[in-house]
C-alpha cells in the first residue's frame, strides 16, 4: 500500500512538473506538442540531477536547448529553462522561508 502511495505522490509531481513546462512554453508563445514535453521532460531532469553542476542549473537548460532547438530559438528556449528553475527551485524555496521562522520557534521550544 505504502509503495502505491508513493508511486501516486511521484505521477503527480512529474504531473505538475509537465504542466508547469507547458504553461511556461505558453506564457513565451512556443508551441511545442504536449507528447514532447511528456517525452523529454524526464531525460532533462536526469540530466539535470548529474552532479556535474550546481542544482542542475545549466545542464537542465542545455536540455531544453537540445530537445526542443526545433520549436523554438535558443534565446527562447534558455529562457524556459531559467523561468523553470524559478518555478520549480527557487520560488518553493523563497516560500518557505516564511513558515521557517515559526518553525525554528517550535523546534527550540522542545
Known amino acids: ?9 511521484t505521477l503527480t509531481g512529474y504531473l505538475i512538473a509537465t504542466f508547469n513546462m507547458h ?7 512556443i508551441s511545442v506538442p504536449f507528447s514532447k514535453i511528456i517525452t523529454f521532460l524526464p531525460i532533462i531532469g536526469l540530466l539535470s540531477s548529474l552532479p556535474i553542476s550546481f ?14 532547438s ?24 523563497l516560500i518557505s522561508l516564511i513558515f521557517m521562522r515559526h518553525f525554528l520557534n517550535e523546534l527550540l521550544k522542545k
Do not use: H, N, W
Not at 542549473?57 to 537540445?66: A, P, S
Open 1 to 9: 500500500m505504502q509503495s502505491i502511495m508513493i508511486l501516486c505522490f
Open 23 to 29: 504553461f511556461l512554453f505558453l506564457s513565451i508563445g
Open 55 to 68: 542544482l542542475g542549473f545549466g545542464t537542465r537548460e542545455d536540455g531544453i536547448l537540445y530537445f526542443f
Open 70 to 93: 526545433k520549436y523554438a530559438s535558443k534565446e527562447k528556449l534558455l529562457s524556459i529553462g531559467i523561468l523553470f528553475s524559478f518555478v520549480v527551485l527557487i520560488l518553493p524555496t
